[in-house]
C-alpha cells in the first residue's frame, strides 16, 4: 500500500531543535518531488520545502537557514531538521509527493494536487 508517514513531531521549547522523518513506501524520490508543508491552528496550509531527485532544495523565506531537507540513501525517507525553533512555527507538519519529479513552480503552496500525503505530525514550540 502507497503511503507517507510522517514522524518526530514533539513539544520543545524556544530555541531546540527537532528532526522529522517522512517514510515513503512504494515509491522513492526518483520517482517524484516531495514537499513539506504545515498547518498553524487557524491558518492556511503552506509549503516550507521542496526537495528533487535532481538535487533540488527550496525553502521559504521564514524557514531558509533554519531548516535543512535531506535524504537517507535509499531515498525513500526525507527528513526535515528544524533548528532555533520559534513559536511561530508551532504546526502540523505534512509530506506530500507532487506528481512530478522535480519541484514545480508553485511548490510552496498547497493546491491539492499531489499523488499522495500523510496524516501529518505535531510539533509545538513554547516561548
Known amino acids: 500500500q502507497v503511503q507517507l508517514v510522517e514522524s518526530g513531531g514533539d513539544l520543545v521549547q524556544s530555541g531546540d531543535s527537532l528532526r522529522l522523518s517522512c517514510a515513503a513506501s512504494?515509491?522513492?524520490?526518483?520517482?517524484?518531488?516531495i514537499g513539506w508543508f504545515r498547518q498553524a491552528p487557524g491558518k492556511e496550509r503552506e509549503g516550507i520545502s521542496c526537495?528533487?531527485?535532481?538535487?533540488?532544495?527550496g525553502y521559504v523565506g521564514s524557514v531558509k537557514g533554519r531548516f535543512t531537507v535531506s535524504a537517507d540513501n535509499a531515498k525513500t525517507t526525507i527528513y526535515l531538521q528544524m533548528n532555533s525553533l520559534k513559536p511561530e512555527d508551532t504546526a502540523r507538519y505534512i509530506c506530500?509527493?507532487?506528481?512530478?519529479?522535480?519541484?514545480?513552480?508553485?511548490?510552496?503552496?498547497?493546491?491539492?494536487?499531489?499523488?499522495?500525503w500523510g496524516r501529518g505530525t505535531e510539533v509545538t514550540v513554547g516561548s
Open positions: 506530500a509527493t507532487y506528481t512530478t519529479r522535480t519541484c514545480p513552480l508553485d511548490w510552496s503552496q498547497w493546491t491539492g494536487s499531489y499523488l499522495y
Open positions: 512504494e515509491f522513492t524520490l526518483d520517482d517524484y518531488a
Open positions: 526537495i528533487s531527485e535532481s538535487g533540488f532544495i
